[in-house]
């Protein structure tokens, strides 16, 4: 397993931008397809979006396309995730996770991960 530790998160108003970062210790994060889950309280953790490890393919769920944008930089071993126009509904604790194989489709579901990070908190409020 890949060790992942999340940073980034805070507090932005509705329409504001922030950027997770996802760094990776013990194994380079290229071999890995790496995904970000958000889960709101009260509510099932859903998959947001991940960069898959062997093409680099992204996906992305609908209710973040066209704000939110993930990528990798290898020499920095690390997972960005862009949010831009954060809205209200977009609060919640972001987690990142790790699978060696591909999801089966997409993003695919939580239990393909088996590392994960201990999550961040991203609040959008005014």
């Known amino acids: 397993q890949v060790q992942l530790v999340e940073s980034g998160g805070g507090l932005v108003h509705p329409g504001g931008s922030l950027r997770l970062s996802c760094a990776a210790s013990t194994f380079a994060l290229d071999y890995y397809t790496i995904a970000w889950f958000r889960q709101a309280p009260g509510k099932e953790r859903e998959g947001v979006s991940c960069?898959?490890?062997?093409?680099?393919?992204?996906y992305y769920a609908d209710s973040v396309k066209g704000r939110f944008t993930i990528s990798r930089d290898n020499a920095e071993n690390t997972v960005y995730l862009q949010m831009n126009s954060l809205k209200p509904e977009d609060t919640a604790v972001y987690y990142c996770?790790?699978?060696?194989?591909?999801?089966?489709?997409?993003?695919?579901?939580?239990?393909?991960?088996?590392?994960w990070g201990q999550g961040t908190q991203v609040t959008v409020s005014s």
């Open positions: 996770a790790g699978a060696f194989f591909r999801p089966q489709t997409g993003i695919g579901s939580e239990y393909e991960y088996d590392s």
């Open positions: 960069i898959v490890s062997s093409d680099g393919s992204t």
